[in-house]
C-alpha cells in the first residue's frame, strides 16, 4: 500500500496560535483486496494540544458512545469501499474525535468514533483509540498511533445481517482550535517550517511502512510579544557559604516558548570546590539523551532537583545531575523531567570565568512546549554546589531569554543581598586575616633525624593567603646532597614532573569554605634554585582532583635560602594561586610534612627554639606568627673535633722578608654536635706582618663584597654533608676600630668574623657564634709570599715553635682544648721539577741562582692540586662531579684537561658544567669525543666540572647491574698559569645504576 495524499491546513498559520487543523490523507493498495491496518502521525514539534483544557471521557462512556459533548476536540470524515452488500460500493462516513482518558503511562489518548449510515441499512460503529506519545528523539514532537483499524464491519440490509468488507480510501481528521472556550490546539512559536509525517501499514503486508509527509510554515513570528519572568534565591545569604539556590524561569499564558536560556550567578558566587567531595558524575550513557527511559544516574551524582509546570500536563519534576566532564563540555548540568510515558532531558553547559570565577549555564534548544514555570534548585549544605558572594551588598544575577519566536534575547535580573551573617550585619573591613602556624618534630633529640611537619591554618571567611616566609629555627637543615636524593631540574619542577628520587615529603591542603572544606593531597620535591640567592628549592605539586572534577595540578615553588648570620632556612614561597580554572581554593589549611628518612638534622643547641613565619593576606597585608620547638639530648651528643695543620712550604720556609703560608683544619666526626667557638693560637714562631694594617678593607665593603684584592689574604674551604661539593671563599683583612685587624670570610651571603688577638705573644683568632651546621671540616689557608699575613723572623727549619692550640666550643655545651705541631716541610727534600705520577715534568732545575730558588722544584713536588670527584648513575646514565683545588702557594689554574674512561660516553649536545667559581662561559669548555679542555681567562684556585647524561658500556652496564664493584681511572693534566703541568689520575666508584 501506499498514502497517495497528505495535506495539512491549519485555519490560520499564525504562529503560537489556536487555529482549526485538518489532516487529509489517501491511500492506494496493491492488491486492492488489502486493507489499511496502522497509521501513525507525527506532528510537528511546537504543535500541540492540551488534553487538561478539556473534560475527558471514560473508557466505558467511549465503549457505550456516551461520551460528554464537551469532551470532543474534533471529527473525522472517512472514505470507504465496500464489497459483500449489495447495491452497495462505496460509503463515506463521519465521526467524532474525543479527549479520553489516558491510560497510565501516557501524556494523553484520543478516542474516534466513526457512525458509518446508508438508506435501508444499518451499519456497525467503528471506534478507534489513538493513544499520544511525546517523541524525545524527535524534538518532543507528538504522535498518535490509531492500531488494528478494522477491514470489515456488520452491515444488516432488511433483517438479514451481513459482513461487508471495508477497504478505506480517503481519512481526513479536523482537530478544533476552542473546546467549550478553552484553548486546545497551539501552534508552533517557531515561523521555520515544520514537517507533519505519516506512516501505514496494511493488513497483508505488515512488514511494509509508507510514508508521506507534509510541511506546515506558520507565520507572524515578530507580532508576538514575550515577557518571560526570573527570579533567583539562596537558602542563605551569609557572605562566603556554601549555599543552596533557587533559579525560575516564568511564561505567562500564549507566551511564545522558551528555546534557550543563559543564566549568569551573581558576581562573586562561585563554585564550592568542596562540593566535589563524595560526588560522582553521570556519564552521557548513563543519562540517554533522546532516550525515554529513565536516567541512570548514580545518586551521589545528584545535585538538585527540578520542576516544570506545563498548562498540558500539569506539574512535572525530576532531577539535576552533574554531568561527567569531556574535552567539549568540562562543566555541565543534566536536567530530567519525569512526565507520562517520557522523559524529558535536558542539557546545561556551565561556562566558568578563569579570572573571576563568574558562573554562566546556557540551556539551548529547549523544546517547543509552553509552560509556565521552569525551576532548578541547587542541594545546599556543607557540600553544596555554590557559595555565597565574599563581599556583602546586592549581588544581581542575570538571565538572557530567547523565544522560539525571535532571535532576539530578551535580558531579565534578580538580586539577592549578601550580609556577614546573613541576617544583615555589615562585613569587616578589612576582612579578618588571623592564620596560625604550628611545627612539630617527630624526634626532638639534638642532631637527630626526624620528620617535620609545617602547619598553616586560615579561618574560615578569612582573607585568603597569598603567601608565607617561614624562618626555621638555626641549625634545623637539610642533607642537600644525601645519598640517592637527586636535585630535580627547574625545568622538570615549572612542568610538575620531577622524579621520585627528589621527593622529601607530602603536602596536605583543605579546602572550600564552611564546615566540610575538601582534603587534596601531594607531594612535596627538593629542586634546584629557582631565584638567586636561594641554595635549593622545594616544589609543592598538590593534584587537584576530588571525585570527576580534575583542574590539574596546583605546582607552588618554594625557595631554600640561608639566612645571614645564623645560617638557619628560610622557606620563601612563591605567591600561592587563589583560584584555579576558576574554582576559589580557598585554603583553609597548608600542611608540609619533610619525612624522607635522613633528610632534616636537628640542632645541636637545646632548649626552646623558635621558628617565625610572615604570612601574607591576599589584600597585601602580612601577618608574625611564632612556632617553638623544644630540642633535648645535648648532654649526650657526642663532641670530638680534630685539629691539624701545615706550617711553610717546600719554598718557604721563612727566615726571609717573605710570609709564611700557614694553613689549619678542624674535622669533625659524623653526628657530633656543631661547632659554635673556635680559638686558634699559633706558634710563637709567627709574628703578625704590620704593614699588612694598609690593607685592610672596611666593614661596609666587606659586607657588600667589594674588597680589593689587596685584602685578601687567605682562603677558607668548608666541607658540610648538607651540600654536594665543598664551600670555599677568601679570607679578607678587615678593619677593627680600635683593635688588630679581624678575619673576615664571606660565606653564603653571610660574614664570619675572626677576631685577632696576642696573646702571651702568640698570635690567636677566635671565631665565635658559628652557625649550628654539621661541618665534616673547616680549613684556613693564610698565604704566603710577598704580601702574606704572617712572617717568621727564623727559618721554620730550626728546632722552635710549630705548636698550634685550639679551644673548640660546640652549641651543646661541649668543650675540647687540643694542642698539635703543625707539619712542616721536608728542609733536606731534592730539588726538580717532579710531577704528581713521580716522573720529570719539566726540565732540570735552574744552573744558576741562589739557595732559595733551587728549592722550588721541592716546593712543587711536595704542593700539588687536590682533585676529588663522583660518579653517580641513574637510570642507565651516569653524572661525573669532580672538583679541583690548587694550594695558595701556587700560582692559580690556567687549564685542566679531563679524558674520560672508554666506558663512559658523553652524550652528543650535553655539555658540561664549569665554574671557577662562577660558571664558565662556554667558549672556555670544550667537549671532542672523550676528552674535555677546560681554559680559565681569571686567576682562581677552584675549578668545579659536572657533566651528566654520561652513557655507559654494556660491560660497565652488566658489572653495575651485578652489584659488581667497579672503580674507573680519570686521568686530569692540570695546568697552572706559570705553565706547570701535573698528571693526576682520578680513581672513582660509581654510584647506584
Not at 60 to 77: E, I, L, Y
Not at 385 to 413: F, K
Not at 667 to 696: E, H, M, Y
Amino acid at each position: 500500500m501506499s498514502i497517495s495524499s497528505l495535506t495539512v491546513n491549519p485555519s490560520t498559520p499564525q504562529a503560537n496560535s489556536h487555529p482549526n487543523l485538518t489532516v487529509a490523507m489517501g491511500f492506494q493498495y496493491s492488491p486492492s483486496s488489502d486493507d489499511l491496518k496502522n497509521l501513525t502521525i507525527t506532528l510537528p514539534p511546537g504543535l500541540v494540544g492540551n488534553p487538561r483544557a478539556l473534560p475527558q471521557c471514560s473508557s466505558s462512556q467511549f465503549a457505550a458512545d456516551n461520551c460528554p459533548s464537551q469532551s470532543a476536540v474534533g471529527s473525522t470524515s472517512v472514505r470507504t469501499e465496500v464489497s459483500g452488500v449489495p447495491l452497495v460500493s462505496a460509503l463515506d462516513a463521519s465521526g467524532t474525535v474525543y479527549n479520553l482518558q489516558p491510560q497510565p503511562g501516557e501524556p494523553g489518548r484520543l478516542g474516534v468514533i466513526v457512525r458509518p449510515s446508508f438508506p435501508l441499512a444499518t451499519i456497525d460503529k467503528i471506534f478507534l483509540q489513538a493513544p499520544i506519545v511525546v517523541r524525545p528523539d524527535k524534538d518532543y514532537a507528538l504522535e498518535t498511533t490509531i492500531s488494528n483499524i478494522p477491514r470489515q464491519t456488520r452491515v444488516v440490509v432488511g433483517l438479514v445481517p451481513t459482513t461487508a468488507e471495508i477497504t478505506i480510501t480517503q481519512m481526513s481528521l479536523t482537530l478544533n482550535d476552542q473546546v467549550n472556550g478553552q484553548n486546545f490546539l497551539t501552534m508552533p512559536s517557531s515561523c521555520a517550517t515544520g514537517n507533519l509525517a505519516a506512516q501505514a501499514s496494511s493488513w497483508d503486508q505488515a512488514s511494509v511502512i509508507a510514508t508521506r509527509s507534509a510541511t506546515i510554515t506558520p507565520s507572524g513570528c515578530g507580532s508576538l510579544a514575550f515577557n518571560p519572568g526570573f527570579a533567583f534565591s539562596v537558602q542563605t545569604t551569609r557572605a562566603e557559604t556554601p549555599t543552596g539556590a533557587d533559579v525560575q524561569i516564568t511564561l505567562p499564558a500564549d507566551s511564545p516558548t522558551l528555546k534557550s536560556a543563559v543564566v549568569t550567578l551573581p558576581t562573586g558566587m562561585t563554585i564550592n570546590p568542596a562540593s566535589a567531595d563524595g560526588l560522582t558524575a553521570c556519564t552521557d550513557a548513563q543519562f540517554g539523551v533522546g532516550s525515554n527511559s529513565a536516567p541512570t544516574c548514580p545518586s551521589t551524582s545528584q545535585v538538585g532537583t527540578v520542576q516544570f509546570d506545563t498548562p498540558l500536563l500539569g506539574l512535572l519534576s525530576g532531577s539535576v545531575f552533574f554531568a561527567q566532564p569531556t574535552p567539549s563540555r568540562p562543566w555541565g548540568l543534566f536536567v530530567a523531567i519525569a512526565g507520562p510515558g517520557f522523559y524529558a532531558k535536558l542539557v546545561g553547559n556551565v561556562a566558568i570565568d578563569e579570572q573571576t570565577g563568574r558562573v554562566t549555564t546556557t540551556f539551548d534548544g529547549l523544546p517547543q512546549v509552553p509552560f509556565t514555570s521552569f525551576r532548578l534548585i541547587f542541594n545546599g549544605g556543607d557540600r553544596a554546589l555554590l557559595t555565597t558572594p565574599s563581599s556583602c551588598g546586592a549581588a544581581q544575577a542575570q538571565a538572557q531569554l530567547t523565544p522560539w519566536s525571535s532571535a532576539s534575547a530578551v535580558s531579565r535580573g534578580a538580586s539577592i543581598t549578601v550580609s556577614w551573617d546573613g541576617a544583615g550585619a555589615a562585613c569587616p573591613d578589612p576582612r579578618p586575616f588571623s592564620p596560625g602556624l604550628a611545627l612539630t618534630l617527630s624526634d626532638t633529640s639534638a642532631a637527630a633525624n626526624p620528620a617535620m611537619t609545617l602547619a598553616v591554618t586560615r579561618p574560615d571567611r578569612d582573607q585568603p593567603l597569598r603567601d608565607l616566609r617561614v624562618s626555621l629555627p638555626p641549625g634545623l637543615l637539610g642533607y642537600l646532597a644525601m645519598p640517592g636524593l637527586d636535585l630535580c631540574s627547574n625545568a622538570d619542577a615549572v612542568a610538575g614532573n620531577c622524579p621520585a628520587s627528589s621527593r622529601v615529603g607530602s603536602v596536605t591542603v583543605q579546602s572550600g569554605p564552611g564546615n566540610a572544606p575538601v582534603t587534596l593531597s601531594g607531594s612535596v620535591y627538593l629542586t634546584q634554585p629557582s631565584r638567586p640567592g636561594a641554595i635549593a628549592g622545594l616544589s609543592v605539586v598538590i593534584p587537584a582532583q576530588v571525585g570527576p572534577v580534575d583542574l590539574g595540578r596546583v605546582i607552588v615553588a618554594n625557595a631554600l635560602v640561608l639566612r645571614p648570620g645564623d645560617f638557619g632556612l628560610d622557606v620563601e614561597s612563591d605567591p600561592l594561586p587563589t583560584m584555579l580554572r576558576g574554582i576559589p581554593l580557598a585554603v583553609r589549611s597548608l600542611t608540609i610534612t619533610l619525612d624522607r628518612p635522613g633528610f632534616l638534622r636537628n640542632p645541636t643547641r637545646c632548649g626552646d627554639l623558635q621558628a617565625n613565619a610572615t604570612l601574607g593576606a591576599s589584600d597585601g597585608r602580612t601577618v608574625q606568627r611564632p612556632a617553638s620547638v623544644t630540642i633535648s639530648g645535648c648532654d649526650g651528643l657526642p663532641f670530638a673535633p680534630s685539629l691539624d695543620g701545615t706550617l711553610g712550604s717546600a719554598d718557604n720556609v721563612g727566615g726571609g722578608a717573605l710570609g709564611v703560608p700557614l694553613t689549619t683544619r678542624i674535622t669533625l666526626p659524623a653526628g657530633n654536635a656543631a661547632l659554635r667557638r673556635v680559638r686558634v693560637q699559633l706558634p710563637g714562631s709567627l709574628v703578625p706582618d704590620i704593614t699588612a694594617i694598609s690593607r685592610t678593607c672596611p666593614i661596609a665593603q666587606v659586607t657588600a663584597g667589594t674588597c680589593p684584592d689587596t685584602a685578601k689574604v687567605g682562603t677558607a674551604r668548608v666541607v658540610t654533608p648538607l651540600l654536594a661539593l665543598p664551600l670555599e671563599a677568601p679570607v679578607l683583612l678587615a678593619e677593627n676600630p680600635g683593635g688588630l685587624p679581624r678575619l673576615a670570610v664571606p660565606l653564603l651571603g653571610t660574614v664570619l668574623h675572626g677576631d685577632v688577638s696576642l696573646d702571651g705573644g702568640k698570635i690567636a683568632t677566635t671565631f665565635d657564634n658559628l652557625p649550628d651546621i654539621p661541618l665534616s671540616s673547616f680549613e684556613l689557608a693564610i698565604a704566603g709570599g710577598p704580601n702574606g699575613l704572617l712572617r717568621a723572623p727564623q727559618t721554620i727549619c730550626a728546632p722552635n715553635d710549630a705548636t698550634a692550640a685550639a679551644v673548640l666550643d660546640a652549641h651543646s655545651g661541649g668543650s675540647v682544648a687540643l694542642t698539635r705541631a703543625l707539619t712542616r716541610p721536608d728542609c733536606t727534600a731534592p730539588t726538580g721539577n717532579i710531577g704528581q705520577n713521580g716522573g720529570t715534568q719539566g726540565g732540570p732545575p735552574s744552573a744558576g741562582g741562589s739557595g732559595q730558588a733551587n728549592r722550588g722544584g721541592a716546593r712543587r713536588a711536595a704542593m700539588r692540586p687536590t682533585v676529588r670527584g663522583s660518579l653517580v648513575v641513574r637510570r642507565g646514565l651516569a653524572t661525573l662531579s669532580l672538583s679541583v683545588r690548587q694550594p695558595a702557594s701556587l700560582p692559580a689554574l690556567g687549564r685542566v684537561r679531563i679524558v674520560l674512561p672508554r666506558s663512559l660516553r658523553p652524550t652528543r649536545g650535553v655539555r658540561p658544567v664549569a665554574r671557577a667559581p662562577r660558571r664558565l662561559a662556554a667558549r672556555a669548555v670544550s667537549v671532542r669525543g672523550r676528552t674535555l679542555q677546560i681554559r680559565l681567562s681569571r686567576a682562581t684556585r677552584t675549578l668545579t666540572v659536572k657533566l651528566t647524561r654520561i652513557r655507559l658500556a654494556a660491560k660497565l652496564k652488566r658489572a653495575l647491574a651485578r652489584r659488581k664493584a667497579a672503580t674507573l681511572k680519570v686521568p686530569l693534566t692540570v695546568v697552572d698559569r706559570s705553565g706547570h703541568s701535573w698528571r693526576i689520575t682520578l680513581v672513582v666508584r660509581p654510584r647506584g645504576r
